[in-house]
């Protein structure tokens, strides 16, 4: 409360990763209606760096740890590419599909779902253009 998005995503990327994060930008903003899980949410995602020491090897780059297990089930890292299968499977689910069974592949997170349906141009940018 009372912060910018940019000290909000820092706080957050902390709170949640570990992750000291930088170079931040609005990215894309959502509006995530879950009526199974009776919630709305408005979702700000932000683009950004992790904070690197000068000098670190490829072994001790900075990776996020699951700082709240009661909320999070853990952090993986996934291509577009899998995100947007994810994305279908994950859609299929919500809507009844049957030929998936539990647990087969990650099934993403309302406002990540409505991201990478909406594929915004200054996201797929940012991923594909470090």
Not at 92 to 119: M, Y
Request: aromatic fraction near 10%; hydrophobic fraction near 35%; glycine fraction near 6%.
């Amino acid at each position: 409360m009372y912060e910018s998005w940019e000290d909000c995503a820092k706080r957050e990327a902390l709170e949640e990763t570990g992750l000291k994060i930088h170079n931040l930008k609005f990215g894309h903003v959502t509006n995530d209606i879950m009526l199974d899980q009776k919630k709305h949410y408005v979702t700000v995602f932000m683009m950004g760096e992790c904070v690197i020491s000068e000098g670190v090897t490829e072994e001790e780059l900075p990776q996020p740890k699951n700082l709240e297990p009661h909320k999070c089930h853990g952090w993986d890292s996934y291509s577009w590419d899998d995100l947007k299968r994810f994305a279908i499977l994950s859609s299929g689910r919500v809507q009844g599909c049957s030929s998936v069974a539990k647990h087969d592949f990650p099934v993403l997170f309302g406002p990540l779902l409505e991201l990478v349906k909406e594929s915004p141009e200054v996201v797929l940018h940012f991923l594909h253009n470090p």
